[in-house]
């Protein structure tokens, strides 16, 4: 009979998550995991697997949290066009409120392991390409209620979005400022709005 589990998974995968989020991968040792969790670096290992396994496990479940969230947003019953706005402000409330200057757990990973590691680099375009269709369906859609200019094709204005929230996400890791994050975003929604609706300000 196998013995249970003398440890909660998500509690230590929890911990591990926050050690790469502050440290980055590289900087992170399976002993630097041991001693953060509280077990032993073989129960490690038995558990979970190697150091690359374990980074798979919490940027899986960063995903899972972040792709509810957009999902959430755009899923609902507003208006395209305010949608995206909120889209937009959670992004930015998001990176505001990381007082350590973590980033986005994804985004880091873009930067620092995809590069040199398909399986991650896949992870990491598969996140992008679903964000990147959330956009693309709800422009889409406000360009077919009117709400928003046709002057672009959605699959463009989409990639823009995207783009736009990567920078932000690095840009705040720097310089987290409300005005400059809020000026960022303030030129991609005179590209979509029609005349009568002005700024939205």
Same mark, same amino acid.
């Given at each position: 009979?196998?013995?249970?589990?003398?440890?909660?998974?998500?509690?230590?995968?929890?911990?591990?998550?926050?050690?790469?989020?502050?440290?980055?991968?590289?900087?992170?040792?399976?002993?630097?995991?041991?001693?953060?969790?509280?077990?032993?670096?073989?129960?490690?290992?038995?558990?979970?697997?190697?150091?690359?396994?374990?980074?798979?496990?919490?940027?899986?479940?960063?995903?899972?949290?972040?792709?509810?969230?957009?999902?959430?947003?755009?899923?609902?019953?507003?208006?395209?066009?305010?949608? $995206?706005?909120?889209?937009?402000? *959670?992004?930015? @409330?998001?990176? %505001?409120?990381?007082?350590?200057?973590?980033?986005? &757990? =994804?985004?880091?990973?873009?930067?620092?392991?995809?590069?040199?590691?398909?399986?991650?680099?896949?992870?990491?375009?598969?996140?992008?390409?679903?964000?990147?269709?959330?956009?693309?369906?709800?422009?889409?859609?406000?360009?077919?209620?009117?709400?928003?200019?046709?002057?672009?094709?959605?699959?463009?204005?989409?990639?823009?979005?995207?783009?736009?929230?990567?920078? $932000?996400?690095?840009?705040?890791? *720097?310089?987290? @400022?409300?005005? %400059?994050?809020?000026?960022?975003?303030?030129?991609? &929604? =005179?590209?979509?709005?029609?005349?009568?609706?002005?700024?939205?300000?």
């Amino acid at each position: 009979m196998a013995r249970p589990r003398e440890f909660d998974e998500d509690t230590v995968l929890e911990a591990a998550m926050q050690r790469f989020w502050n440290n980055g991968y590289e900087a992170t040792s399976m002993r630097d995991l041991a001693d953060l969790t509280g077990m032993t670096t073989p129960s490690l290992y038995n558990a979970f697997g190697d150091k690359r396994a374990i980074y798979r496990l919490v940027l899986d479940r960063y995903v899972r949290l972040a792709l509810e969230t957009c999902s959430v947003i755009f899923g609902g019953d507003e208006p395209p066009l305010r949608a $995206l706005e909120r889209y937009f402000d *959670a992004t930015i @409330d998001e990176a %505001l409120a990381d007082t350590l200057h973590k980033g986005c &757990f =994804v985004v880091n990973t873009a930067l620092e392991v995809a590069p040199h590691d398909q399986g991650f680099r896949d992870v990491v375009t598969g996140v992008f390409g679903e964000i990147e269709k959330c956009v693309r369906e709800c422009v889409a859609a406000g360009q077919h209620d009117g709400s928003i200019l046709t002057s672009q094709p959605p699959a463009d204005i989409a990639r823009l979005a995207l783009s736009t929230i990567l920078g $932000l996400r690095v840009l705040a890791r *720097a310089n987290p @400022d409300h005005n %400059l994050l809020s000026g960022v975003v303030r030129p991609f &929604f =005179v590209l979509l709005r029609t005349p009568t609706q002005g700024s939205g300000e």
